[in-house]
């Protein structure tokens, strides 16, 4: 599976931004699928995620009610709809396959490339 991350850019606090992931190789609706985010000199962490039928959607608390998944499996593609953004949402971007264990969402299989996002102040 092949996973390219675009959408990125630069915007001022309190601007929107919309990402997308492309998925090749496999059918999407397959799997369950997750966006995160690495801030300069900081580990990557989850953001969101939504089960392969949409039936479900998690967020981590600072994103909660800004972000909002959302996938099309007909065109096999994530997306990450960003709003009300803020300078410490300023990250690269990637969205993964991911799986639930508990409380914790990881992500498997390959990265791709991700996309960046700086917000300004």
């Known amino acids: 599976v092949q996973l390219q991350a675009s959408g990125g850019g630069l915007v001022q606090a309190g601007g929107s931004l919309r990402l997308s992931c492309a998925v090749s190789?496999?059918?999407?609706?397959?799997?369950?699928m997750g966006w995160f985010r690495q801030a300069p000199g900081k580990e990557r962490r989850f953001v969101a995620a939504?089960?392969?039928?949409?039936?479900?959607?998690y967020y981590v608390d600072s994103v909660k009610g800004r972000f909002t998944i959302s996938r099309d499996n007909a065109k096999n593609t994530v997306y990450l709809q960003m709003n009300s953004l803020k300078p410490e949402d300023t990250a690269v971007y990637y969205c993964a396959r991911v799986s639930k264990s508990g409380s914790i969402w990881s992500s498997y299989g390959s990265w791709g490339q991700g996309t960046l996002v700086t917000v300004s102040s």
């Open positions: 190789g496999r059918t999407l609706s397959s799997y369950d």
């Open positions: 939504m089960t392969s039928g949409g039936g479900a959607i």
